[in-house]
């Protein structure tokens, strides 16, 4: 279970430290790619929550960590569309199939309906440090990791009240439910190495899964409408595996990388024929990027100018209900 604050950064400066990228790594935007950018830049990095009247009927990108809390851009090309300011620890983000985002605020998750710049809901977590969340796409209950005293994952039932909370056995950072209800968390395990637990469906608790392959440094889980996906952020080494589960083994079926990312990654979001990665160099993202999933190949667009302060944590695509 998790027990330092803040785990999500200090875990990820350790892994790049680890991994001697220091000073060498490759440029952000590697020779060969031809990435587009964003038309308008962000404002400055507080100020007042704001958002473009055409924001609601569009595929909307939500990046945490720019734009003094939440960067709102639209989906695909990531032009600014509007700001959300919000104060404390802004990490990760996932969003429901009505396009209602969930934003984890240290303590607390702030549910945001598609388009709105105010939070519609707060939640409360038994803990702090909250990091990675995921939304039942049959329940539309809602998954947080975070740090507790004797558990790391709350689930709040259809996204509301109070939560049940669970030990994954791991130093837990990020989960997503895959489509059957079954409940997924990475993090690391027994000698720091990267690790994945479940909570199938209808099971009292989490049990830790044999890996039958290599992962990197954990980040993102999400199920991609075929195969429950481990997000690998190891700096140089940046990729997407798809998982078969049989029973108590995870085996990887195929690993996806990625072209042009210089540095690390932080938590990423799939949607349907195209992946959002955040990245930098130093442990700092600032950096959005698009690819073709699960393919890969080269970068489609890069979306800069999220704040001058701008470290994005994690992204999530909200679908407009009306489209």
């Known amino acids: 279970m998790n027990t330092s604050t803040p785990i999500r950064y200090s875990l990820s400066i350790v892994a790049t430290m680890l991994a001697g990228c220091g000073g060498s790594q490759p440029p952000i935007g590697a020779p060969g790619a031809t990435p587009q950018t964003s038309r308008i830049a962000a404002p400055a990095d507080r100020g007042k929550s704001w958002m473009l009247p055409e924001a609601k009927n569009e595929d909307l990108i939500y990046a945490t960590g720019g734009c003094g809390g939440v960067c709102i851009l639209s989906y695909p090309d990531g032009s600014m569309i509007g700001t959300v300011n919000i104060s404390g620890s802004v990490q990760g983000a996932c969003s429901d199939t009505q396009g209602n985002v969930f934003i984890t605020n240290d303590t607390n998750v702030l549910e945001f309906a598609h388009g709105g710049t105010s939070p519609i809901a707060t939640l409360t977590l038994p803990g702090s440090n909250a990091t990675g969340c995921s939304v039942d796409s049959k329940t539309g209950d809602l998954a947080v990791a975070f740090s507790g005293n004797t558990s790391d994952i709350a689930i709040f039932p259809q996204a509301s009240g109070t939560p049940a909370t669970y030990d994954t056995h791991l130093l837990t950072i990020y989960c997503g439910y895959d ?6 968390a990475s993090g690391y395990g ?52 798809r998982l078969r589960i049989s029973g108590s083994v995870a085996s990887i079926v195929s690993t996806q990388r990625f072209r042009a990312i210089g540095g690390d990654a932080n938590q990423s979001w799939i949607n349907d024929n195209r992946i959002l990665i955040p990245y930098g160099a130093h442990g700092r993202a600032k950096f959005v990027g698009l690819w073709k999933y699960p393919h890969g190949g080269s970068l489609l667009n890069r979306i800069r100018h999220l704040g001058k302060l701008a470290t994005i944590w994690g992204v999530t695509v909200s679908v407009a209900s009306s489209r």
């Not at 489509?179 to 997924?184: D, E, M, Q, T």
């Not at 637990?197 to 999400?222: D, R, Y």
């Open 190 to 241: 027994n000698g720091d190495a990267p690790g994945i637990s479940e909570l199938a469906m209808g099971s009292p608790g989490f049990s830790v899964l044999s890996v039958n392959g290599q992962l990197g440094h954990p980040g993102q889980m999400q199920w991609d409408g075929k195969y429950m996906t481990f997000e690998g952020i190891t700096p140089k080494d940046i990729a997407i595996s």
């Open 179 to 184: 489509n059957g209800g079954n409940l997924f």
